[in-house]
């Protein structure tokens, strides 16, 4: 037999993917495990998160974790069937060690269920909503200037003022001989 390694895949979904697809995905990522002789150790749903930087214009995703043992072929298979996948936006795998001996891997079965997460309600913001990206409403980021709620030292709001981009005028010649 080939030489087996531990690998982790971490995939994202589309935030507003359904509890079927995502078992669909999860299904899809066993069965090729199972084709290329892989060994499913660990599968983890995380639910939806944060991601790092907008993917096609998301904020969000459903984040899956999966750990597994296999020869070299079998991430490449892994990964290529999560590139087809309309309701995966990322997708990234490591190595985690060489050289494993599969006799003495341990799998609990809890850890081979997956749970799906429930899909976000109708409302659920994606991020900063409209009013607060066109300015109508505070965002958490442009909070008062101050603890107890009414503004700078004048009465105002440091983001309120507007702002020039023009630099001051500088001093006349005549002012500075003064």
């Keep these: 037999m080939s030489q087996v390694r531990e690998y982790e895949t ?3 979904l589309r935030p507003d993917v359904t509890r079927d697809a995502q078992e669909r995905v999860a299904n899809r990522m066993t069965e090729v495990l199972g084709r290329e ?4 150790t660990s599968i983890e749903n995380w639910g939806r998160r ?3 930087y907008p993917v096609k214009k998301k904020k969000r995703g459903v984040y899956v974790y999966l750990k597994y043992l296999g020869a070299g072929g ?4 892994l990964e290529r069937n999560l590139g087809v996948l309309d309701d995966v936006v990322k997708f990234q795998t490591i190595q985690v060690r060489d050289d494993v ?3 003495n891997v341990a799998v609990n079965a809890e850890d081979l269920k997956f749970e799906a997460v429930d899909p976000p309600q109708p409302g659920e913001d994606e991020g900063e909503r409209i009013e607060q990206i066109l300015g ?3 965002s958490p980021e442009r ?3 101050d603890e107890d709620g009414f503004g700078d030292e004048d009465g105002g709001y440091a983001d309120d003022e507007p702002q020039s981009i ?7 010649v005549a002012e500075i001989e003064k």
């Design 50 to 52: 944060p991601l790092a």
């Design 37 to 40: 002789k892989g060994r499913l």
């Design 10 to 12: 971490i995939y994202i």
């Design 101 to 103: 001996d599969v006799a």
């Design 143 to 145: 909070s008062r200037s």
């Design 136 to 138: 109508f409403e505070r």
């Design 74 to 77: 079998l991430v490449a298979e």
């Design 166 to 172: 023009n630099p001051p005028a500088a001093p006349a």
